[in-house]
């Protein structure tokens, strides 16, 4: 057996309106319809690879484990998350890392840098 890619990854949120919020508007992701799921959510596509969102207001510690994606304007990505009021937890010259409203944490890399 061999994984040929990563289709998607389904991220908790535990107040779904800020996610969607911080997804759609804040990255500028595009949302795609998620069909019939139980539950609420959202789903994003990000190129060929997908992001799932599943609310669940159960309480999650913060961990280190993340999503990385690749953005094409690292300062205006910057911009934008910390006007949205997302902290930057730690940046090196060509990333950053945040996390959205729930606690998920994001790496953001510049597309130059790759």
């Not at 061999?2 to 508007?25: Q, W």
């Not at 804040?26 to 799932?52: D, F, M, S, T």
């Not at 309480?59 to 006007?83: C, I, M, N, W, Y």
Request: hydrophobic content about 35%; proline content about 6%; glycine content about 8%.
């Amino acid at each position: 057996m061999k994984c040929l890619r990563m289709t998607h990854i389904n991220l908790r949120v535990d107040r779904l309106p800020e996610a969607l919020s911080f997804y759609g508007e804040v990255l500028g992701l595009e949302a795609i319809p998620r069909g019939e799921k139980e539950g609420r959510g959202a789903w994003y596509r990000v190129g060929a690879q997908e992001i799932h969102l599943t609310e669940d207001a159960t309480p999650q510690p913060p961990s280190k484990r993340h999503f990385a994606a690749e953005v094409d304007d690292l300062a205006e990505a910057r911009r934008r998350v910390t006007g949205a009021g997302a902290a930057i937890e730690k940046e090196e010259p060509n990333r950053f890392w945040t996390r959205d409203p729930s606690g998920n944490r994001i790496e953001l890399v510049a597309a130059a840098s790759r």
